[in-house]
């Protein structure tokens, strides 16, 4: 789960990170409250929205008077922003954060997340703060330090030295800097972080450390221990369709194809998506309905896959093994009907009593198009999509 | 032959009582695998069809010898109930549980090293030497006794690919899911090489996904370690980046984990690589045809 900036920002005051003075505004009086609450200018007003990029798609900038924070936050208020990581049809802002202005000496990069190959939490930081740090890693991979923590053994100091003397960092600014470390470490445990990143984090000229950004994201397995968590999500980030499948259990992601798709695995499901697109045609989504396939389940992906008006063609992929076909298939011809399937389904199924489940749906009298295996079935959806 | 699991593994189901644990148990049994006993804590001196359930997995160990054992604790307590069966020394921790806490598999993965145990999972479907023994979801009768290993990240993938195999009369050593979570236990290296060094297992089938970097390291280990032929699937080519498709582990990030890179991977370590899964078991057939 992704949450905003001043969201993460929250958290790192919680722990003691320091971050610059602000506050959200979701109206430009709130902004202008905002910033006469400062009582410092410029301030620099920042879109909130769920992606990176925000700068350079002119989501974040300054204002010098009160005058200019009204207009600058009217301006980025009720804009879309379109940013590498939104895509072309952008994100409407609909809240913003109002910060002092600093004075920047440096800007330097930190991260910190759990690392898959190693088992162990990674940190990482770079002097070449501000960039994009895969750019950095592909570019010039010497500029960036990495310690690795055993989460049995714990941070140790040594490792926290590590990154400041990495760093290249002044003698004041390591007494600020590993303290940091150490909150930020205890941050990511507590709360599950999947990712905890300051980007850039930075030395002011009045020699200070401070976190300029923050960006945090949560493992969705551990949320069920973070209740303060949850109350973050912001269901305007998220696509419509997801939300709503997500109250089914349903694994669901729009896409931006014509053949929707349901498939029991989520493995199974990314085969089935790949194959859709090697006999020619492009998958409208991706859609793992679980392992157990009930019929309930099947309605509820019909609605899901059906509200989306770009779909000609749905292919449903169910591997049952255990699960009896004639069951699943009297399931999907009942959700046919309940749900009023106008496009042509294409059913692909395996398990126990597969003949009869194939009589069912071939005599349903309803436009359900049953195929042998999965090459079939592929062959089946393309023609639909070329249709 | 096979690879760690056979007709004499003493199996011992942690979550016995509950539903999923009661309906796979009895699954298992029909197999045909020996299931020696149950834990669930509070519900010891029960018996679940005639299996003895204890407190803890270390009393079911001491009172019947079992030397593996398959867990179905829901997520919050997944870990502790590893935790408890690399206490009690069990030799394999087959974890179907799916939505563990990555921290949680941090510790769990870090506390592994230290012991004997083998974890497979989690959130897996298990592992299966077909005639023999089925610690796991998967459906019993897809599967044939054969020669050829299988390795998978995958749950109902990896049915579709044991049931190409079958179809096609190519018959699996053993099968093992090791689960789509970004960190587990047993990897696919773990699994090549124990594959390379079974004698039964003549040729491995390996069905990767995106995220992570597993496929690229098990290419490079098959290049340098593998006399067997490998015949090799990557499933997401379609699947957008930094989207978490199902699987907790199966995500881009940014330009790491993309199928295409895996599949460049193992085509460069001489793995033949199936693209379209409907072919997979035609491919298999003719890749193995001088081994088997």
């Known amino acids: 789960m992704k949450i905003h900036e001043y969201q993460a920002k929250e958290l790192f005051q919680k722990y003691g990170v320091p971050i610059p003075r602000g506050r959200v505004a979701f109206t430009v009086e709130e902004a202008q409250a905002a910033a006469r609450e400062l009582g410092t200018l410029p301030v620099v007003i920042k879109a909130q929205i769920h992606a990176g990029g925000r700068g350079k798609g002119g989501g974040v900038k300054l204002a010098k008077t009160a005058e200019e924070v009204a207009s600058v936050a009217g301006s980025i208020l009720g804009m879309t922003l379109v940013t590498h990581q939104t895509g072309p049809e952008g994100r409407l802002v609909r809240k913003v954060l109002v910060e002092e202005g600093l004075d920047i000496e440096k800007e330097l990069y930190l991260s910190l997340l759990p690392d898959r190959s190693t088992a162990k939490i990674v940190f990482m930081a770079s002097e070449a703060g501000g960039m994009d740090i895969e750019e950095v890693a592909a570019k010039t991979p010497e500029k960036i330090v990495k310690v690795y923590v055993d989460p049995l053994v714990g941070l140790q100091p040594f490792m926290a030295r590590k990154l400041a003397y990495g760093l290249n960092l002044a003698p004041d600014i390591v007494k600020l800097f590993l303290p940091m470390v150490h909150a930020l470490y205890r941050l990511c445990l507590d709360y599950d972080a999947s990712l905890v990143e300051i980007n850039p984090l930075v030395i002011t000229k009045d020699r200070r450390l401070l976190a300029l950004d923050a960006k945090m994201n949560f493992d969705d397995n551990a949320l069920f221990r973070h209740k303060d968590v949850l109350a973050y999500r912001d269901l305007d980030e998220e696509d419509p369709l997801e939300v709503e499948a997500s109250k089914y259990n349903l694994n669901y992601i729009k896409m931006d194809g014509n053949i929707g798709n349901m498939v029991n695995g989520a493995g199974l499901a990314m085969a089935t998506m790949d194959i859709i697109k090697l006999a020619g045609a492009e998958p409208a989504n991706f859609l793992d309905v679980g392992g157990g396939a009930s019929a309930e389940m099947v309605e509820n992906g019909f609605r899901i896959i059906l509200s989306d008006p770009n779909v000609k063609g749905v292919l449903i992929n169910i591997f049952g093994g255990i699960l009896r076909c004639d069951v699943l298939a009297q399931g999907v011809v009942e959700a046919s009907r309940k749900v009023g399937v106008k496009v042509p389904v294409v059913i692909r199924m395996e398990g126990t009593n597969v003949e009869q489940g194939r009589k069912i749906l071939e005599e349903s009298g309803l436009n359900l198009i049953v195929a042998q295996d999965l090459k079939d079935a592929a062959h089946k959806v393309a023609a639909i999509a070329k249709a | ?292």
Not at chain 2, 140 to 159: E, N
Not at chain 2, 168 to 186: A, E, K, L, R, Y
Not at chain 2, 199 to 215: F, L, N, R, W, Y
């Open chain 2, 1 to 292: 032959m096979s690879i760690w699991v056979n007709a004499q593994t003493r199996v011992l189901v942690q979550g016995i009582t509950g539903r999923e644990g009661q309906f796979h148990t009895r699954q298992c049994v029909a197999y045909g695998t020996r299931v020696v006993a149950g834990v669930t804590p509070g519900k010891g001196g029960q018996t679940m069809d005639d299996i003895p359930v204890f407190n803890t997995v270390e009393e079911a160990v001491r009172a019947t010898g079992a030397d593996c054992s398959m867990i179905f604790v829901p997520p919050p307590f997944a870990a502790d109930a590893i935790l408890e069966a690399m206490d009690a020394g069990v030799r394999v921790i087959v974890t179907i549980t799916e939505g563990i806490p990555v921290m949680d598999m941090l510790k769990v993965k870090n506390a592994l090293k230290g012991s004997s145990s083998r974890l497979i999972g989690p959130n897996c479907p298990g592992i299966i030497t077909p005639g023999q023994c089925k610690v796991g979801i998967m459906p019993g009768p897809i599967h044939k006794p054969g020669s050829v290993g299988v390795v998978s990240r995958s749950g109902t993938l990896t049915y579709e690919v044991v049931h190409q195999l079958t179809l096609q009369g190519i018959g699996q050593s053993t099968c093992v899911g090791i689960g789509g979570d970004p960190v587990n236990g047993t990897n696919f290296i773990d699994c090549l090489r124990a594959f390379q060094d079974d004698p039964e297992t003549k040729a491995v089938v390996m069905v990767g996904e995106i995220g992570g970097s597993a496929e690229e390291e098990a290419a490079e280990f098959i290049a340098r370690n593998m006399t067997k032929p490998v015949v090799g699937f990557v499933a997401g080519l379609t699947a957008p980046p930094g989207r978490r498709m199902g699987h907790a582990g199966a995500i881009i990030s940014g330009s790491s984990g993309t199928a295409q890179g895996k599949i460049q991977a193992m085509k460069q370590a001489g793995i033949t690589v199936v693209e379209n899964l409907g072919e997979l078991g035609a491919v298999c057939k003719e890749a193995f045809a001088s081994v088997l």
